[in-house]
Nanobody, 122 residues
Framework: QVQLVESGGGLVQAGGSLRLSCTLS????????MGWFRQAPGKEREFVAS????????YYADSVKGRFTISRDNAKNTVYLQMNSLKPEDAAVYYC???????????????WGQGTQVTVSS
């Protein structure tokens, strides 16, 4: 079984930065790609970024390219999402997910964290 725990969310002013972390525990001997998704009130969950197990391939939603960076430290079983130049429209609950490939669809990820709230004030 795999457990994912996110941290690092909070309140930030527009233009500010936050770094989210997601730590994986349980069956960490399997090779998981990781993804970040977000869901704002009244909206569907959307893809933000993903990273292969090795970290050699990363993918981003167009809305966050150039502002967000996904990375991972496999020695710590942790994936990060560095978010810079935050905008009010980035406010959402952010979820990390683990799966066999670094896709952009939530259905590709069988394992999910509980989410962490990001609030951006204008």
């Amino acid at each position: 079984q795999v457990q994912l725990v996110e941290s690092g969310g909070g309140l930030v002013q527009a233009g500010g930065s936050l770094r989210l972390s997601c730590t994986l525990s349980g069956r960490t001997d399997d090779f998981y790609a990781m993804g970040w998704f977000r869901q704002a009130p009244g909206k569907e969950r959307e893809f933000v970024a993903s990273i292969s197990w090795s970290g050699g391939r990363t993918y981003y939603a167009d809305s966050v390219k150039g502002r967000f960076t996904i990375s991972r430290d496999n020695a710590k079983n942790t994936v990060y999402l560095q978010m810079n130049s935050l905008k009010p429209e980035d406010a959402a609950v952010y979820y990390c997910a683990a799966g066999p490939r670094a896709g952009n669809r939530s259905s590709e990820y069988p394992h999910w964290g509980q989410g962490t709230q990001v609030t951006v004030s204008s």
